[in-house]
């Protein structure tokens, strides 16, 4: 089966919903103490919203990834530029150009398939037309399906560890 990446669409709020919703379920399954299923209502209308505002933003990418036209995975990303600072920082990627991906989604059925490889080879070529020079995202350490694509699939390696500590 063929998968197609394309640019979000105002028809794709309840495809999108619904891999937000899956995604929700997932990361609350392995890690319920730092994650939760969103509320489905208005979702629609959030994720709508910030597909508007976006699309006036060049540096914003927003994509989604179909099979049998059924929306099978979804991916955000934002252009960032040189922070003016950057010669005081310690953090060698303020200086540049980068892309850092906001969220990838795959439904479960789709997973293993190429999709999520589609999507994040569509946001590093999209990067790169655009001068960047590194992408960066994040994922959960316990998380057993992205941790080993980031890492064997797609090149990526682990740079940084988020800590938390709940208070309460």
């Known amino acids: 089966m063929t998968v197609t990446v394309r640019a979000v669409t105002a028809q794709d709020g309840l495809g999108r919903a619904a891999l937000w919703l899956e995604g929700g379920r997932y990361f609350a399954a392995i890690d319920p103490a730092a994650a939760r299923e969103p509320d489905a209502e208005g979702l629609v209308e959030w994720l709508d919203d910030i597909w508007a505002r976006s699309t006036a933003d060049p540096a914003m990418l927003m994509l989604v990834a179909e099979r049998d036209g059924a929306l099978v995975g979804s991916v955000v990303a934002r252009r960032l530029e040189p922070v003016t600072s950057a010669r005081f920082?310690?953090?060698?990627?303020?200086?540049?150009?980068?892309?850092?991906?906001?969220?990838?989604?795959?439904?479960?059925?789709?997973?293993?398939?190429?999709?999520?490889?589609?999507?994040?080879?569509?946001?590093?070529?999209?990067?790169?037309?655009?001068?960047?020079?590194?992408?960066?995202?994040?994922?959960?350490?316990?998380?057993?399906?992205?941790?080993?694509?980031?890492?064997?699939?797609?090149?990526?390696?682990?740079?940084?560890?988020?800590?938390?500590?709940?208070?309460?």
């Open 89 to 168: 920082q310690m953090q060698r990627d303020l200086g540049v150009r980068r892309v850092h991906v906001d969220a990838l989604l795959v439904a479960a059925s789709a997973r293993r398939s190429g999709v999520g490889t589609a999507l994040l080879a569509a946001v590093e070529q999209w990067a790169a037309e655009h001068g960047a020079q590194v992408v960066t995202l994040e994922t959960g350490l316990g998380n057993p399906t992205s941790v080993p694509f980031y890492e064997e699939r797609m090149g990526y390696h682990r740079h940084e560890v988020v800590f938390r500590k709940a208070l309460r």
